[in-house]
């Protein structure tokens, strides 16, 4: 049965629930794997990255699955994704699949597909003359930046998300096309601290902040919101209520408490935080999400904030760029990014990266008191010979 | 993405209006306000907006410009969030439907894919959301992911599909709970979203750890698999490290103690002669020697998934990582186990204890661990915690103590005078 | 001037001020340093443990001090303090010291006195026929513990102090006077949390636990404290204020929200913790206070709680050795029990010590989070095994 | 201990009464009460007993028996802090006279000594604290030591007397610091107790890190001393490893690689072919190789303190250890610049903002090691924490922000419709 093309297709709002389907969920994955992946589901033996963004699986049948990953600017139009059809048709059967981070994965059975497949790719460009799919994001490199809404699409970003990504790619574009770091680079983007995309376990996080209390809408506050609601959200217990002087309930907003973390706003229209100046990007660096060798880690706050420079945020790209190559000159084979600065010390961390470490960036949460250094276990830097020379403890 | 959108605005600017619901100029409208909002340093998105389809509460977020006469044709800009196939494997012609849906009713932009792993649909007019989900159930017997307070879309790594470390059918899993668990996904019945991902190992490729109030990661309890002529092989030079993953720069000649013995967290591997030998009861089966030598080294034929709760954004107490509470467990379909002595005594205890946007997470941290084994009745074990309480601060309870707490003044001070 | 040997010697009740003498401080150090000390003073260049309890130091200058350290039971009477002085005059030019852990040390500048000394010390017994001055305390082993007043002169203990070091020292006397462990093995002890002595970085700490709520003096409460210091003085807010039936004002406590801290009772006599069942000894493991090698280390808590059985406290004795003997067996050179937990594993330090982990040694205090395991990283052991047996995960 | 005391109790008895200000038979009594506590497994002494010497407020800790009848020779038994020498080296003769003086005037118990270091004489009367302090003051030119909320005895490591280690004069900085502040140590003006601890290197034998609001601790900031001749004695077996510390079991022969390269936290040590070479910038000075091998290394020669804050027992926001505040600072007599720049800007705000009974620790975690940076008037350095915030709740101040934070509600709204 083919889709409908009228303008409320098989809905009738008379009738709102006639033959309404409901609770079926999502199409069985099964049909949707290519047949050389059906046969061997469970029997993968070993894997080979063959070049970067190419990848071969060798099973115990022998059969040998080639899959070509090509970045995904995972904000597609329908165009575009019927040209991704087309390229499945042409090359894999009709099947295509989509990583856990947005990127495309173009299977083939044998080596003259691939080649077939590989020239194909490399042909499609934009009109802009840019690669529509460039292949890469494998092995130890970068890969796709997963992120969220932004400007395009959610009410609470404290910045743009698809233009960030944009610039920052472009930036790292080479590691995406090659595999010489350490080991994986993981950037994430989120654009508020909800953090969609849960970029807090990655080896570089950029986080849209704000930095401005909300602005009180008392005219509508009391009728759009719930007023006790609003001011239970509130973590930090910065809000209270209050009366405006006609009289209209209200709340009150304590400055020094506000910590920017946008609940309040989530919660309630009438609390507005966005500011074109007090809007910023926030950089944390290295956290990781596998077990290998140790456990997950947060990434950590490294710098508080950097412009909203739209849309290509040169600020944001320099800084991650010179995160990435001074840890690519300084790590050992397989460290992530947070191993290294673990092993080498914090310290050594912002000395080298040239990052001024600032006091936002000294925890003062709930569980701040583990992350103070309670030893006499580090290295003289820069950083540290200006504290003493500050108490007189050193000649200046 | 630009220069995406822009053909499509091309592409909609050639069809007739009678083959869009959606002014055609839809595409336009959003960069424009995209310039407007890079231009004001602020979205032009209004504040929440309740829609969605009848009987369910979440698949749809709400969104309305505060432009609307500047950019009539996105006033209304609706998401559905559509319940993608587990591993989001895919043929043409289901895209191809998608694709013909959505330019029809929709502004014909997407995201491939969202966070949580849904098929976005971006924007589309209140009017159309129970047209698309019509065509959608009855046409391309597909539904609506999660949003709001309920089950949210569950994902998966590929897995068995195409990796050869996975211990668990990461696949079957995501769509039986899914499909179990329907009414909980559709019908907002909890105090906050829930989350379930499905790692096939360790490497946790999609994120669970971090991502998931309820975090699935396979693993095994038997013995790592040695090919030892493999591993000779790549002692030999034969065979990339981490199958290649490092080739972009000369690292040297691989070095078996430097890269793997050595950074075996438990240091539980050596070699005795040309033989390699692992110490498996002290293995933490991190992966790291399986991904440096995976034609050699194999994960155990003895497998199942360790299960990890309470992983959450930073909102409010701040971010959470999963904490291991099952840490073996066989997954056979129909997973009765799973779903009767993990997931229900949880969701039971959450609904009825849970605060109003409280994650799992916070639950547990607000009544601590203790409160979690008494829900799930398992006994304490160290493997929970990385490590035993510092602090003496126990609470005890009456039973624990001998003699109960019911105790009299007078008896007390009849020993001990004022 | 001498003592004076009248009642009120000096002090005149009558002219209270009169010629008083206030803030001269202690005596200066210098005085007190034998010769050899304060020739040598900041010119040693290194040491040597000769023997169990018998240290020597070398300086620049070629002096050599000797040193013979003797186990101290820090409760002394006049009666062993004179017999001290004896020694110290006999052998040592009258000068004698003590350590940060109340052991005594006898010094001498060359081999002749020392071996006089030993001698001499070695013949010294009780009446009981143990030692008076046992030598021992230095280097990889077991040194004196460190202790509190318990009943002996405190108000707030949940055990006593003095009775418990002795049994458990006796039994571990073997390791006081070897050399035979890993590293070295700190043990302390508190006879409440206050933790007077801060055994809570200890390798192993004994610690009294109160473990039943205050009971409240309702009769006296609000004429010996003040209330609402009271109620501010719990820490988990579970006092609150209320009247007894005979309308004088009192508190209550909630039971459930106690976690026996005693803060109460240190601000309020009226409300005392102290109950022969409720009563216990908790032991802690795997701190440590040096920075060599890795960061100071908080105690753990491993036994919850083991019975006040005085004075010899076979249970305590019996865990501490336990642990000290698994310690000794496992743990690499140079590693202390901390150390060598964390390399196996908590887990495994449960299994081998035999120690049965109750749900008591998961934290809900304050700083929790820190302390889940938020990784798959675990070893198997029966603990585990028996969890997933609970859900169904395994055969029985 | 018992043994010790029933000798007391002997020798007491053999004395006539005049040569006791208290009743002979109080070692009976206490012991007797001793008793009766194991017996009742409660302690008999009474809660608290303000008692002391005019214009000091620290110094005694009054006690009184709730078993008074029953043991009359312990009614009162209060205890008097002597303060003791730094490091606590003395002479037979001074010692004589605290016996003479405690036998004559007190129960002739004591101890040597108290955890925070002064000589502990157990238990008198109140007649006689008044006594006792003239003889001490006047005959022995002899002061008391700290309790209540003042400055507590300070104390330090054995140091430059007897170890090759100490990078700090431990005693002089102890003597000093305890002179300078007697009008703090004898007079409450605090919230709270406040403690110093000296230790001469990073091994802290006097466990200040563990135990002092304020803790100093040796350190070296040029190059660890290296014999490369004493190396090769060590590596040749002819010198014990760490002195001689393991000599009672045999752990093989010494090998340099495992036990100091290997085990070195900063992997900054290695050999070139017969020498030992340390990359010093690297190095945390942990001791570690130095313990090893004393004879051989020695820290550097350009030294000073690194002085940490706010260590502190359990009660009540949980134990803390002592966190780095100043890395590296001189210290040469008299010390202003610590007092000036450290010391007492600290207790000014300590005492303008601390509540009750709150610590110096307990203050730094309500109000964030930023507030502490302003009070100190130094700048962030990252060698304060372990790792920076991984939470990104920063609380702005309004300075940092362009624009500061007045904003008009009607403005924004001129962008934003509702
Ligand atoms: C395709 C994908 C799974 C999917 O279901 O889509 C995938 C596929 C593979 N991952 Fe992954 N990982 C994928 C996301 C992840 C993620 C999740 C993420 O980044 O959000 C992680 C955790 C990242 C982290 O730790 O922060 C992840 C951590 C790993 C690791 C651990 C790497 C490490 O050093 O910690 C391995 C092992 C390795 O690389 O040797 C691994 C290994 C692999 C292997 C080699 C597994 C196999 O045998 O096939 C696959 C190819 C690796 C490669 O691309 O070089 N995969 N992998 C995901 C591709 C994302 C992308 O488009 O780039
Ligand atoms: C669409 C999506 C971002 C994207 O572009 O991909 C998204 C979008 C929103 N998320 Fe999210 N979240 C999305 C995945 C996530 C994830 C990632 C994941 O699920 O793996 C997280 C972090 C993991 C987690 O659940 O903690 C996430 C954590 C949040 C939070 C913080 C929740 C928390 O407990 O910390 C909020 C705030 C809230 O719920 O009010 C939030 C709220 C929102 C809202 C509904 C905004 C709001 O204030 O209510 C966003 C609607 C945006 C819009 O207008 O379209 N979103 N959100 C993702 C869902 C797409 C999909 O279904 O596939
Ligand atoms: C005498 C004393 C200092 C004093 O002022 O009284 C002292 C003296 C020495 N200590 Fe200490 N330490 C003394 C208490 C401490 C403490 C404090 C405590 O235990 O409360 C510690 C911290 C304990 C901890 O880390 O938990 C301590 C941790 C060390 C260390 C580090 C050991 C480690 O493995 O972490 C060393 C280095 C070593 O032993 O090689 C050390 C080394 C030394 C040396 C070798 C220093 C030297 O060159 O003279 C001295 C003889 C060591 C020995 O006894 O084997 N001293 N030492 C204290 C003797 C206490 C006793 O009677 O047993
Ligand atoms: C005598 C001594 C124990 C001993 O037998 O050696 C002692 C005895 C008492 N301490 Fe202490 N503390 C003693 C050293 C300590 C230490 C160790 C140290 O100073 O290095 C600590 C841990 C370090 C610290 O300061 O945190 C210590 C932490 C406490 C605490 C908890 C303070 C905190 O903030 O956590 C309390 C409770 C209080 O202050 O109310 C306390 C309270 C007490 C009181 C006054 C009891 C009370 O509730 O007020 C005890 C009087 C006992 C008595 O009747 O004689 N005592 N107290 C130590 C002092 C002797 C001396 O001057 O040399
Ligand atoms: S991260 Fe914040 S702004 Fe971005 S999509 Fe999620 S909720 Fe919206
Ligand atoms: S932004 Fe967060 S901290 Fe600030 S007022 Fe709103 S809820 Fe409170
Ligand atoms: S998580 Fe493990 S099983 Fe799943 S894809 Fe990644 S490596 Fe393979
Ligand atoms: S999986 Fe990890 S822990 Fe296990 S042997 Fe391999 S490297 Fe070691
Ligand atoms: S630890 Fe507690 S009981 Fe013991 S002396 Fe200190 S305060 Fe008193
Ligand atoms: S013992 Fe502690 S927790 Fe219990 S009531 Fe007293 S102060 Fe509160
Ligand atoms: S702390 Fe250092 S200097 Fe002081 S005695 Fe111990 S080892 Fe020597
Ligand atoms: S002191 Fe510690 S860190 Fe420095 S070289 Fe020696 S072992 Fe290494």
């Known amino acids: ?396 | 993405f630009v220069a995406d959108a822009k053909r499509l605005a091309l592409h909609r600017r050639k069809l007739s209006q009678d083959r869009m619901m959606i002014e055609s100029d839809v595409v336009e409208d959003l960069l424009g306000q995209l310039e407007v909002s890079f231009k004001d340093g602020e979205t032009h998105w209004k504040h929440g907006g309740i829609v969605g389809v009848f009987g369910y509460g979440g698949g749809v977020i709400g969104r309305y410009s505060d432009l609307q006469k500047q950019f009539p044709s996105i006033a209304h800009f609706h998401t559905m969030r559509v319940n993608q196939p587990a591993s989001k494997f895919y043929t043409s012609d289901y895209l191809r439907s998608l694709c013909d849906l959505w330019d029809y009713r929709g502004s014909g932009m997407m995201n491939l894919h969202g966070s949580t792993g849904d098929i976005i649909f971006l924007g589309t007019f209140t009017e159309q959301l129970e047209p698309i989900f019509y065509e959608l159930t009855h046409v391309m017997q597909q539904d609506l992911g999660g949003s709001g307070s309920n089950l949210r879309t569950p994902s998966c790594c590929i897995g068995k599909a195409r990796c050869e470390w996975s211990c668990i059918d990461t696949q079957d899993m995501c769509y039986d709970f899914t499909q179990h668990y329907q009414d909980e996904l559709h019908r907002p019945a909890f105090p906050y979203k829930f989350k379930f991902k499905f790692d096939g190992c360790p490497n946790c490729c999609v994120a669970s750890i971090a991502r998931s109030d309820m975090s699935f990661i396979g693993t095994w309890c038997d013995n790592i698999r040695i090919d030892q002529a493999a591993v000779q092989a790549y002692i030999g030079g034969e065979v990339p490290p981490n199958a290649g993953a490092h080739q972009g720069r000369d690292w040297g000649k691989f070095d078996i103690k430097k890269e793997v013995l050595d950074l075996c967290p438990t240091q539980c591997m050596w070699m005795e002669g040309k033989k390699l030998m692992i110490d498996d009861k002290e293995c933490t089966r991190c992966m790291h020697c399986i991904n440096v030598m995976p034609k050699a080294l194999r994960p155990g034929k003895d497998t199942g998934a360790s299960i990890l709760l309470g992983a959450k954004a930073p909102i409010l107490e701040g971010a959470q990582m999963a904490t291991l509470t099952i840490p073996f467990i066989k997954c056979e379909p129909p997973y009765d186990n799973i779903k009767e002595k993990v997931i229900e005594p949880i969701w039971d205890w959450w609904m009825e204890e849970g605060k109003n946007r409280e994650r799992l997470g916070e639950l547990i941290q607000r009544q601590g661990i203790r409160r979690l084994l008494e829900v799930l009745n398992i006994p304490p074990m160290p493997q929970a915690v990385k490590e035993p309480r510092s602090n003496p601060y126990i609470f005890w309870k009456e039973e624990d103590v001998p003699g109960g707490w019911k105790r009299d003044i007078k008896d007390y001070r009849s020993r001990h005078a004022r």
Not at chain 1, 8 to 36: A, C, S, V
Not at chain 1, 244 to 272: H, Q, W
Not at chain 1, 364 to 376: E, M
């Open chain 1, 1 to 396: 049965m083919g889709l409908s093309t009228n303008r409320l297709g098989l809905y009738n709002p008379e009738k709102p629930m006639e033959n309404r389907l409901t609770d079926m969920g999502p199409r069985h994955f099964w049909q949707y794997f290519p047949p050389i992946i059906q046969k061997n589901y469970g029997k993968w033996l070993y894997h080979e990255i063959l070049e970067p963004g190419v990848l071969v699986h060798v099973s115990e049948t022998g059969a040998k699955v080639f899959t070509v990953r090509c970045g995904g600017a995972r904000f597609m139009t329908v165009e575009h994704v019927r040209e991704i059809c087309d390229i499945a048709d042409k090359h894999c059967g009709g099947y295509v699949r989509f990583t856990t981070r947005n990127n495309i994965e173009f299977m083939v059975d044998n080596l003259e597909k691939l080649d077939a497949l590989k020239k194909d790719l490399a042909g499609r460009k934009h009109v802009t003359g840019s690669l529509k799919f460039p292949i890469g994001g494998t092995g130890a490199g970068v890969t796709n930046i997963v992120h969220t809404q932004g400007y395009i699409h959610c009410h609470t970003p404290a910045t743009d998300a698809s233009s960030m990504v944009k610039a920052v790619m472009d930036d790292l574009f080479e590691y995406f096309q090659g595999m010489t770091l350490p080991a994986q680079v993981r950037v994430s983007m989120a654009c508020c601290l909800n953090m969609c995309g849960a970029v807090h376990c990655s080896d570089i996080a950029l986080l849209g902040y704000h930095r401005k209390p909300p602005i009180v809408d008392d005219e509508v506050m009391a009728s759009v919101c719930e007023i006790p609601l609003v001011i239970a959200a509130c973590p930090t217990a910065a809000i209270s209520p209050t009366k405006t002087d006609d009289g209209k309930k209200s709340v009150k907003i304590n400055d020094e408490r506000c910590m920017f973390c946008g609940n309040c706003y989530t919660m309630c229209m009438a609390l507005p935080l966005s500011d074109s100046q007090g809007d910023c990007v926030t950089i944390l660096a290295g956290g990781k999400i596998s077990n290998r060798i140790n456990a997950p880690r947060f990434s950590k706050v490294v710098i508080p904030a950097l412009p909203n420079n739209f849309p290509r945020f040169p600020e944001v790209c320099q800084s991650v760029r010179k995160i990435i190559e001074v840890y690519a000159a300084n790590a050992k084979k397989y460290e992530r990014i947070g191993d290294w600065a673990e092993r080498v010390g914090w310290e050594r961390f912002f000395e080298q990266c040239e990052i001024p470490f600032s006091q936002h960036l000294i925890d003062d949460y709930r569980l701040q008191y583990d992350t103070y250094r309670t030893s006499t276990l580090f290295k003289y830097t820069p950083a540290s010979w200006e504290v003493s020379k500050a108490v007189g403890g050193v000649e200046d």
